[in-house]
């Protein structure tokens, strides 16, 4: 996949993609909502601090790399934006919830994964989140780790953004 994605676009790509599976009355979301999304204490790592300035350009950049777009509600003033990264890269919702989590909380094993994507879209066992694993896998999207030091299980990290690579 083509698709190389700085940290803030990438944390911004995984906000609009959770809150999109996850809160659908909510979706799209507004500026101020992609900030907060951004900037939550919980289900992120690392947590970040970032401007609204700062969304706003990870956003642009989103747009430019046909991941994102504006959505303008008739009759309302504030621009609304949602991500195509299933339609752009080709995936399903369940593979877009494990990607959307590999985005916000960096590489994980594969239990992990399974617990915190199905807050999303139900992964029901092992050889469900494994087909998902090998087709991000197979499309450059994600890719294996080794285990952390005093650990047996590998780990999974995506493959938008290699910012930060070094600490993996």
Same mark, same amino acid.
């Given at each position: 996949?083509?698709?190389?994605?700085n940290? &803030?676009?990438?944390r911004v790509?995984? %906000?609009? =993609?959770e809150?999109?599976?996850?809160?659908?009355? &909510?979706?799209?979301?507004?500026?101020?909502a992609v900030?907060?999304?951004?900037n939550?204490?919980?289900? !992120?790592?690392? %947590?970040?601090?970032?401007? @609204?300035?700062? %969304?706003?350009?990870?956003l642009t950049? $989103? /747009?430019? *790399?046909?991941?994102?777009?504006?959505?303008s509600?008739?009759? !309302?003033?504030?621009? *609304?934006? !949602? &991500?195509?990264?299933?339609? &752009?890269?080709? =995936?399903?919702?369940r593979d877009?919830?494990?990607?959307?989590?590999?985005?916000?909380?960096?590489?994980q094993? @594969?239990?992990? $994964?399974r /617990? +915190?994507?199905s807050?999303? +879209?139900?992964i029901?066992?092992?050889?469900?989140?494994?087909? %998902? $694993?090998?087709?991000? =896998?197979? +499309?450059?999207?994600?890719?294996?780790?080794?285990?952390?030091?005093?650990?047996?299980?590998?780990?999974?990290?995506?493959?938008?953004?290699?910012?930060?690579?070094?600490? =993996?």
């Open positions: 996949m083509d698709v190389e994605l940290g &803030h676009e990438a790509l995984g %906000v609009l =993609i809150k999109g599976l996850a809160t659908p009355d &909510h979706y799209p979301l507004s500026l101020n900030t907060s999304g951004c939550q204490k919980s289900n !992120r790592d690392p %947590v970040t601090d970032f401007s @609204a300035a700062e %969304v706003t350009v990870a950049g $989103l /747009q430019f *790399k046909h991941l994102a777009g504006v959505s509600p008739a009759g !309302r003033g504030v621009d *609304k934006y !949602r &991500h195509s990264a299933a339609e &752009h890269l080709g =995936i399903g919702e877009l919830a494990v990607l959307a989590e590999l985005l916000l909380r960096g590489p094993t @594969a239990g992990e $994964l /617990q +915190r994507a807050r999303m +879209r139900p029901p066992d092992r050889e469900a989140l494994q087909a %998902v $694993l090998a087709r991000l =896998i197979e +499309r450059g999207l994600a890719r294996r780790l080794p285990p952390s030091p005093g650990s047996r299980a590998e780990r999974y990290a995506q493959c938008l953004c290699t910012e930060g690579d070094e600490t =993996i």
